[in-house]
Structure formats: structure tokens, C-alpha cells
């Protein structure tokens, strides 16, 4: 090409113009070059990052070096959290996502040209790297001003981080990101947009703000769903963890749901009291606390946080098959008020082995970045989308390689539910699902109660098909047909469904999902026995559970089934489930279309006609 470091790199002709008229172009050789870069040089320790917009100056955020990475802040709340309607389509491809040209009157190639002179007068960095990690290979790269160079390093450390002096052969990119941060204000009123324009040869996203969530991370799992739903197969928003128990079973679990379900926790080893007990819930009625002694509990070994590939050429017909898609995961930590709360992890924020990016977390210079310090929002209240990039090789005991999953479950945001005020939390602490009602979750897929990590939190919404709708360019229903395809060819793979942060009155956070994972352990392959499976009162919720021991102590009755809570009662709970079901199908209305299976429309027909857990069975048998 004639620009140094980018003789490997096979560009377009529109794209080596851009970079042949910039001012310079740097092709950084490791991530530590990109750390030093966002503060300006390796002898820096602070940097704005600011933008002269139309004679008007907007500094959009603040960077401090600390001893373990660098300290991202945003000076707009907004900014802080992904917006869940940013992704706009510029193509003529089948989607269900918003057109450019219907949602703001004329063709998105004008502003694609600008775009492209506006990045021709920048001081420009190009970051090459690979989408679905080694094992996708899908190449990509990043074309962004230098001055964002905090951006490029939050790709790199989510994605694979390619050196291209390293690399053997021609890099192609097929997947592009092309960071134009000024155009949110003068074009989109300030909000958060991607645009995402999907040619025959090649990927395209112009992300025009700051926040790496919408395009580093989730822009990039939406080219992965595209490839997928192209090619026949689903690449999960979920996490994965083999779970070890003191007497050596294993068994590998897989957690999926919403953002703000639980998918960073279930790597997580499971909270205690200083007194080392495990605090279960506190009714908020009594004030009553009930606790649970667990002296051994399970060995964690990572496999994924947020992304798993289901490919193909991994499956066996017998269990689903998978492999991290990421090279990095985008933790959120605002459960972590206080030190001590998780040691395992906080020694390696405090203490990393290369410098972290932490986003929405304070920080000064030359100190120690504490991820309890979480950056105090305009309202006075600490901002609740605290974040770090984490490398996986900085992880340890992490699995690298594919792995079957035994347990496919989903967990689902649940507010307080009494008599007085009944609401969907009505969930029990561990439910037993058929495969049908284990793909019906995964349509309505409830973003859920309190939601930390985007804009819009008020009341049960959806985070559409899969939980990864918002990330999705295609059609839902073509993934609708490819997700029941996936549970139908691996039947072996179980599936439960979990709350978290309230179970009726009683305040839970993410112990269900922790003791599921205790449970489910211990018992390993074993069958449920029939008469330890109790039909839930409200059908689309499986199976309850009559009794639960953990170690030798059983879990109360009010935690496995809300009902029996003197606070809920049968009232409260079927009032609850009013308010799902209402949800649930007015969800699985945009499913019931034509191209849907024929299996999916017997499916949805069963859930709108409120048939039974059996109706449910007799379509798809459970196997254990």
C-alpha cells in the first residue's frame, strides 16, 4: 500500500484513499502500544478526549493512567451505557431493524462520503483483528482518529488483536469499523448510532459515538449473527462454565439471558457474609434473612462470558457445542461496592498482569483504579454500568477449547412480588424446562427488572429473539427457525430457567443462579426423579422443584415455589402470571408469520391457547 505497516493488508480502493490523504496512520504492533496511545505517549498520564464541532468544543472524555490500565469517563450520563435502538441499517437486505433512509429521509451513501472526507483529515490509527476469535478468523479491522485511541484499545482487548508484522500471508478484512465520534452531534441530536451496512464482500459500521459497547463488542456480534444466519448457525449471547464439585463430577453449564441477566456472574464464585455464610435472601416484608452453609463449594472453570460460537463443524447430534467468540470480556462490575465483595476477580483488576481498560470507574493518576469506586452519575448516585475489559488469558484456569454443554439455562430479571403489589416475580429459585418452553424463553427473552447496563429499564420489556434482538441485522424469525433447529439437535442438553434479585418478597440478587449451579453439579447426569419434578402452577414455567439440598441442607420451600410465600399466596402469584403471560404473548406475535417452522407455529399455538406443561412434552420430549 505504501504505508508502513500495511503492506499485508488487502483494503478497498475507497479505503486506502482515506488513508493515503490522512495526515498519518499508525498501525500499533501490540496492545500496550494502544494503552500508552490513548493518553497521548507512554510518558502521559491524562488526556481528554475533545472535539471541535462546528466551532463548538465538546469534550467527550476523560482518561487518566493508573497503575493497573487506564480510567475511561464520559462527561454524559448517556454515554455511560449502551442505548438499546442505536443500530440502523443502511442496506436493502432483509432485516427487521430500522432503515437509514426511512428514519432520517435520504440515502445513507451521502453521509458515508463524509464521513469517509471527515476521517481523510484526521491523524488516524488502523487496528487489524479477528472477529469470532482464532477459531472464527473472520479478519476485520478498525479505522478510527488517533485521539480515540482508547476506543482501539477496548477493541483489542475484546476482540482478537492482530500484529500484522506477525501475521503470516494477507490479511482481507471482510468485516470494517470506521469511528467518526462529531457526526453524533451533528447529525443524530446526540444520541448513540451504528449503522451497519451489509454489502456482498464486505461488513460495514460507522459508529458514530464513543461508547465501545454498541460497535467493538455488540456491532461486532451482530457481523457474527449475519455470517450465522447466512450460513445456518447461531453464534448465543451467553456464558459458560464448568463446574467441578469436591468429589470431581463435572459438568459444564450455559447461561443465557438479557443484558443484566447474569451472564458475567455464573463465572463467579458465589458470594458469602463475613461470617462466611452464603446470605440466600431477606424477606423484605419480616426483614427476616435465611442463610445457607456451604462449606466446599464447586471449582469454576471459564469457558465464555458473553458470547459463545455454536458452529457447525463443532456439533455431535448429541449435546450443543461450543466455543468462546471473544478474546476479551466487557465485565460489568456494579455488584462490587466494596472490597472483598468478589477477591477472585478484584486481585486481578488490582493486580493485572498488562494494563486493563476500565470504563465508568474513578481514577486518578499514578494510583491504583478501585473497581468499588464507581463514577458518581449527574443524580448524585453511582453510575450502575461500571465496566472492565478483561483479556482471557488473563483468566485463570480458563478452557480454551469446544465443549459440550450439559445445562442450557436462562436467567430473567425479576422485581418483588407480594399480594398487594403482584408482578412477574413469580419465578422459584430453579425451574425444569421442556425444550419447547426452553426455545419460547428465547423468543420473549425478557430484558427484565432493573436493567444496569442500558438506557431503558421501566418495566418487562424484550431483549428480543435470542436476548441478542438489539444486536441482530436479519429477520428474527429466520433465528427463531435456527435456535429451535439447535434445541432439536441436541436433546441431551438440558434446560432450566433462573431468576435473579427477587424471588416473591424475598431479595435474592444472583443466588439462584449460584445455587442452581451448586445443585445441578452434585447431581451431575443423574435424572430428576418424576416425583421430585412438581408442575408449576403457571405452565410456561416448567417444572418446580418439591425439594432442593444443598449439601446436605434443604432450600426452604418459599424460595422454591413464591406461591406457598404467606406474602404472595395464590393470589398474588396468579395475578404475577397474568402479567407474564401477557408479555409473553404479545412478544410471540411477531413469530407467528409463515416462514416460522411448522414445529414453531405447534409451539407458539400451545402458549396462546394457555395449554399444558404435557402439550408442551408431546411436541418435544423431555430426555432426562
Known amino acids: 500500500m505504501g504505508i508502513k505497516g500495511l503492506e499485508k493488508i488487502k483494503f478497498s480502493d475507497e479505503v486506502i484513499s482515506v488513508l493515503s490523504k490522512s495526515a498519518s496512520v499508525t498501525v500499533p504492533k501490540s496492545r500496550g502500544e494502544i494503552v500508552d496511545m490513548t ?57 427487521d431493524k430500522p432503515r437509514f433512509k426511512d428514519q432520517y429521509g435520504y440515502e445513507f451513501s451521502k453521509l458515508r462520503t463524509d464521513t469517509f472526507a471527515w476521517l481523510e483529515k484526521q491523524d488516524l490509527i488502523v487496528v487489524p483483528f479477528m472477529a469470532g476469535g482464532e477459531y472464527g478468523g473472520y479478519h476485520g479491522a478498525l479505522v478510527a482518529p488517533k485521539n480515540a485511541a482508547f476506543f482501539a484499545a477496548g477493541l483489542a482487548g475484546l476482540q482478537l488483536f492482530v500484529n500484522i508484522d506477525e501475521f503470516e500471508g494477507t490479511f482481507e478484512p471482510i468485516v470494517m469499523i470506521y469511528l467518526a465520534p462529531p457526526f453524533r452531534h451533528t447529525h443524530f441530536e446526540g444520541k448513540q448510532i451504528v449503522v451497519h451496512n451489509r454489502t456482498p464482500n464486505m461488513y460495514e459500521m460507522f459508529s458514530y459515538n464513543l461508547y465501545p459497547g454498541p460497535s467493538a463488542k455488540k456491532g461486532v456480534y451482530g457481523f457474527l449473527l449475519d455470517i450465522g444466519e447466512r450460513e445456518g448457525w447461531v453464534t448465543t449471547h ?39 455464610k452464603i446470605l440466600i435472601g431477606q424477606n423484605l416484608t419480616t426483614q427476616e434473612n435465611f442463610y445457607l452453609n456451604l462449606e466446599e463449594p464447586c471449582e469454576l472453570k471459564p469457558i465464555s462470558d458473553d458470547m459463545a460460537l455454536c458452529h457447525p463443524k463443532l456439533q455431535n447430534g448429541r449435546k450443543l457445542v461450543i466455543r468462546d467468540a471473544e478474546d476479551g470480556w466487557f465485565i460489568r462490575l456494579d455488584h462490587i461496592k466494596e472490597y472483598g465483595t468478589e477477591p477472585y476477580h478484584e486481585k486481578i483488576y488490582v493486580h493485572p498482569s498488562e494494563p486493563l481498560v476500565f470504563i465508568n470507574i474513578q ?9 468499588w469506586e464507581h463514577t458518581i452519575d449527574s443524580d448524585g448516585k453511582p453510575c450502575p454500568n461500571p465496566r472492565v ?14 465443549v459440550e454443554v450439559d445445562v442450557r439455562s436462562f436467567g430473567i430479571r425479576t422485581p418483588p412480588c407480594t399480594s398487594e403489589r403482584p408482578s412477574y416475580g413469580i419465578l422459584g429459585l430453579l425451574h425444569i424446562l421442556p425444550p419447547a418452553l426452553g426455545w419460547l424463553w428465547r423468543l420473549v427473552a425478557p430484558r427484565g427488572h432493573n436493567n444496569p447496563s442500558i438506557i431503558e429499564t421501566e418495566g418487562i420489556t424484550s431483549e428480543g429473539i435470542g436476548s441478542y434482538g438489539p444486536f441482530l441485522t436479519g429477520k428474527w424469525v429466520n433465528h427463531a427457525n435456527l435456535l429451535l433447529e439447535q434445541i432439536t439437535n441436541s436433546l441431551s442438553t438440558r434446560f432450566v430457567l433462573v431468576p435473579n434479585q427477587h424471588i416473591g418478597c424475598y431479595k435474592v440478587g444472583f443466588k439462584p443462579q449460584w445455587l442452581m449451579r451448586e445443585y445441578l453439579a452434585r447431581r451431575g447426569s443423574a435424572k430428576f426423579r418424576q416425583e421430585n419434578l412438581v408442575p408449576a402452577r403457571l405452565p410456561m414455567l416448567g ?26 399466596g395464590t393470589s398474588g402469584y396468579d395475578a404475577g402470571a397474568k402479567q407474564l403471560m401477557e408479555f409473553v404473548k404479545r412478544e ?24 399444558s406443561l404435557q402439550d408442551y412434552l408431546d411436541l418435544i420430549p423431555m430426555r432426562y
Open 39 to 95: 493518553l497521548g505517549g507512554p510518558d502521559a498520564n491524562s488526556f481528554d478526549v475533545c472535539y471541535d464541532v462546528e466551532g463548538k468544543n465538546y469534550h467527550e472524555i476523560s482518561i487518566v493512567r493508573c497503575k493497573n490500565g487506564v480510567a475511561v469517563n464520559y462527561t454524559e450520563d448517556y454515554m455511560r451505557r449502551r442505548d438499546p435502538d442505536c443500530l440502523i441499517i443502511a442496506d436493502d437486505e432483509p432485516t
Open 238 to 276: 451467553s456464558s459458560a462454565v464448568k463446574v467441578i464439585t469436591p468429589y470431581e463430577n463435572e459438568i459444564v453449564i450455559m447461561h443465557e439471558g438479557a443484558s443484566g441477566g447474569g451472564k458475567s456472574e455464573m463465572g463467579e464464585n458465589i458470594h458469602r457474609e463475613p461470617d462466611g
Open 363 to 371: 481514577g486518578v493518576p499514578n494510583s491504583t483504579c478501585l473497581v
Open 389 to 402: 475489559i478483561l483479556p482471557r488469558r488473563m483468566v485463570p484456569g480458563i478452557i480454551n477449547d469446544a
Open 543 to 568: 417444572y418446580c422443584l418439591e425439594n432442593m439440598k444443598i449439601d446436605g441442607q434443604f432450600i426452604r420451600t418459599a424460595f422454591l415455589r413464591p406461591e406457598t410465600q404467606a406474602e404472595v
Open 588 to 611: 410471540l406475535d411477531k413469530y407467528d408469520v409463515p416462514e416460522l417452522s411448522e414445529l414453531g407455529r405447534e409451539i407458539i399455538k400451545v402458549c396462546k391457547n394457555d395449554g
